[in-house]
């Protein structure tokens, strides 16, 4: 098994393609997805964001459904790296189950914040369907 940290470590847009595609590929083996959901510590921050929303976005809907809330806060702006990849997955989610249920939540709390930003960054979640 490998080290969370040295996958983290490999995702850093400051590393060649080659790292960041090592550290992606190995993230497929990681059964515990949470640990990608916009990490914040101060080692890896913003730096590996994009990585893992690409590692997330392959993930099954069945994979990512329990963190729902946690996908939809990466919305709240989207210049943050991996947000509109974030985005698009989320898309193709709008018709589970569990989907209605964590989006009216967020938007009732976007609302409750009077985070207008954050609203109309959800609300094109479903400017298609």
């Known amino acids: 098994m490998v080290n969370i940290d040295y996958i983290m470590d490999l995702l850093d847009w400051n590393n060649s393609i080659e790292k960041q595609e090592q550290g992606v590929k190995l993230a497929k083996n990681v059964k515990c997805i949470n640990v990608f959901l916009q990490p914040g510590n101060r ?3 913003k730096n590996v964001w994009d990585n893992c929303a690409k590692i997330l976005s392959a993930r099954s809907n069945e994979e ?66």
Request: net charge negative; charged share 20%; aromatic share 14%.
């Open 43 to 45: 080692y890896y921050g």
């Open 64 to 129: 990512l459904s329990p963190y729902l809330i946690e996908l939809m806060e990466w919305l709240q702006d989207m210049n943050w790296p991996g947000a509109f990849c974030i985005l698009n997955r989320l898309k193709g989610m709008v018709n589970e189950q569990l989907f209605q249920h964590s989006y009216t939540i967020c938007l009732k709390y976007a609302q409750a914040l009077d985070d207008d930003v954050w609203e109309s960054n959800l609300r094109m979640l479903k400017a298609d369907s």
